[in-house]
Structure formats: structure tokens, C-alpha cells
């Protein structure tokens, strides 16, 4: 029916614009698709899919703040992608009930660790500098690439606001401007829905009539989010999506327990 159609073009606009400042898409396309009648798991499936659109969205708005920073975006990518294949694997073989009443935890401590970053001193040397630094540091290499996988693993096993956890993470483990460090997000997530994607063309179902709507309204969305980040009060938008995801580990804790 029509209505289905716009209704997903609009809820998949909203939610590319979420997950492209803020990884929060899953607040608005999940239910959407259950609206429309998908089946929970069905639903969940499709929703990752659609998601790639956003990924591509971003992807070509965020050009101008991935510039000079892909040698170091690329191993982070390879680092998720290991998690993520490990997390759909266990997805695929195990229930998510018993790891549902641990997720709102990890989510609640995404937005603290926001909050956190937030507070960072900046360090006056440029982006290669930093790069080089980080580099430096055995430890934090060694601690940061383990803290991408688990994500990557989680992303992969369960999803929720796995955006936020990214941006949280980097955010933590780098010393990247905001802008950058959330258009690193946006690749990552797209590599990891893109990598799930192709799992879940062999071994799940993927409601395809439902992907093209949504995913024509999650490209707009995720190309006009990076360009919102570039002009909005950096701190602001911080706040805003910790206590965002406040309020989804509240929704979920409820949930679970």
C-alpha cells in the first residue's frame, strides 16, 4: 500500500538522520517495521540491511572528515569486522534472552563514557601527530583494538545503539574532533551491517519489499547528518545523545527485567 511506502521513506529519513549524528537508528526503523506488520526476527534482519543505505549516505557526506584518517579508520574496520563475524555467528547459534539483561549496562555506560570525552583536554598538534602518538602507546593500542572487536562482537550479536558504543569508544581511544571521530563511526557501522548483510542472505530472511522504502529515506537521512554535526554546538549534541542513550538503556532495562 501506499501509506506503507511513505511511512517508511519518512521513518527511514528520521532514522538515517539518527544514526548518522547520534547511532541511534534502531529507535525509529526497528519499530517502524514492526508497525508495518514484520515479524520480530524478520524485522531485525531487515532493519540491518536497510541500514547499509545510511552507511552509504554518510559515507559520501563524510568525505571531507575521513580525509587523511582512513589508514587508521581501516584497521579499526578490520578490528569490528572480527568481532562482528564472531558476534553474527553466536546470533545465529545461540538465544540473545540471557545477553538482553546485560545490554542495557553496556549502553548506559556508552553514554557516560560520551559525557566523559567530552572533558578531554584537546592537544594542540595536528591529526598525524596524534595518530602517531596513539601509535606509540603499545598499551593503548593493544587496550583500544580489544574495545573494537567487543563492540564489533556486539554489534553483530545484538545491535542496539551499537553506533552509540562506537562513538563512545573512539571517542575515548582518540583524540579526534567530534565530527571526525562520528564520520569514523558511520564507516564502521557501515561495514559491519554491510558484513552482516551478506550472512543474512544465506542464512536468514530479508523482507526486500520493505529494505527499498526504507532504504530510500535512510540514504537522505545519513548524507544530511554529517552536515548537521558539522554546524550544531558539538557539546550539545554530546549531551543530547548520552542522555539519549540513558533512556534507551532505561527502556530496555525495563524490559529485560
Not at 545461540?94 to 572533558?119: C, D, N, Q, T
Not at 583500544?144 to 554489534?155: D, M, N, P
Not at 545491535?159 to 562506537?166: C, H, I, N, S
Not at 558539522?230 to 527502556?251: D, E, P, Q, S, T
Amino acid at each position: 500500500m501506499l501509506w506503507i511506502i511513505i511511512f517508511l521513506v519518512v521513518a527511514g529519513f528520521l532514522a538515517g538522520l539518527m544514526q548518522s549524528v547520534a547511532g541511534l537508528a534502531s529507535l525509529v526503523s526497528y519499530p517502524a517495521l514492526l508497525i508495518v506488520g514484520v515479524p520480530p526476527v524478520i524485522a531485525n534482519v531487515t532493519n540491518t540491511t536497510a541500514l547499509i543505505f545510511s552507511g552509504i549516505g554518510s559515507l559520501i557526506s563524510s568525505s571531507k572528515e575521513l580525509k587523511g584518517h582512513w589508514k587508521r579508520l581501516s584497521f579499526f574496520i578490520v578490528l569490528s569486522l572480527i568481532g562482528s563475524l564472531g558476534g553474527s555467528y553466536l546470533l545465529l547459534h545461540l538465544p540473545s534472552a540471557s545477553f538482553e539483561k546485560v545490554v542495557p549496562f553496556f549502553i548506559f555506560g556508552a553514554g557516560i563514557l560520551l559525557l566523559l570525552s567530552s572533558r578531554k583536554k584537546r592537544l594542540v598538534s595536528g591529526s598525524e601527530l596524534r595518530q602517531e602518538k596513539d601509535l606509540q602507546s603499545p598499551l593503548k593500542l593493544v587496550v583500544s583494538s580489544i574495545c573494537i572487536i567487543l563492540v564489533g562482537g556486539y554489534t553483530g550479536y545484538f545491535g542496539a545503539a551499537g553506533g552509540v558504543l562506537f562513538l563512545a569508544i573512539l571517542s575515548a581511544i582518540t583524540d579526534e574532533e567530534f565530527h571526525i571521530v562520528n564520520a569514523m563511526k558511520n564507516v564502521i557501522t557501515f561495514a559491519g551491517n554491510l558484513t552482516a548483510t551478506c550472512i543474512f542472505i544465506f542464512k536468514s530472511h530479508i523482507a526486500w519489499h520493505y529494505v527499498i522504502p526504507m532504504g530510500v529515506g535512510l540514504l537522505a537521512g545519513g548524507y544530511v547528518g554529517p552536515v548537521i554535526v558539522r554546524h550544531v554546538n558539538i557539546h550539545l549534541l554530546r549531551i543530547l545523545i548520552a542522555f539519549a542513550a540513558f533512556g534507551l538503556a532505561l527502556y530496555l532495562l525495563v524490559e529485560a527485567y
